[in-house]
């Protein structure tokens, strides 16, 4: 089973990027599709996207289709969420998860990681 945290929240204006990353401990890991998930307050946690276990397969959630990628560099266990023409309503805090699945479910993923916030004022 792999460990997961993120990083490279913050604090960014309407329409600016960041970028942020998964890092997993443990075998194996291309053995899972990954998922970035994110909530904000008061809300349920949604999906955002996944990636497959190879990165042959990616998928977005419509509110971010085109503006945010997903990428995974396998040799250095790691996924990434590249987000860019951010919006306040992209305020939220962000978790990656992992799962032997390919599901854009959250009961599915059975590791996720601490979170890492993400607030964009406009």
């Known amino acids: 089973q792999v460990q997961l945290v993120e990083s490279g929240g913050g604090l960014v204006q309407a329409g600016g990027s960041l970028r942020l990353s998964c890092a997993a401990s443990g075998r194996a890991f291309s053995n899972y599709a990954m998922g970035w998930f994110r909530q904000a307050p008061g809300k349920e946690r949604e999906f955002v996207g996944r990636?497959?276990?190879?990165?042959?397969?990616?998928d977005y959630a419509d509110s971010v289709k085109g503006r945010f990628t997903i990428s995974r560099d396998n040799a250095k266990n790691t996924v990434y969420l590249q987000m860019n023409s951010l919006k306040p309503e992209d305020t939220g805090v962000y978790y990656c998860?992992?799962?032997?699945?390919?599901?854009?479910?959250?009961?599915?993923?059975?590791?996720w990681g601490q979170g890492t916030q993400v607030t964009v004022s406009s």
């Open positions: 990636v497959s276990g190879r990165a042959v397969n990616t």
């Open positions: 998860a992992a799962t032997r699945t390919w599901t854009t479910m959250s009961l599915a993923y059975d590791t």
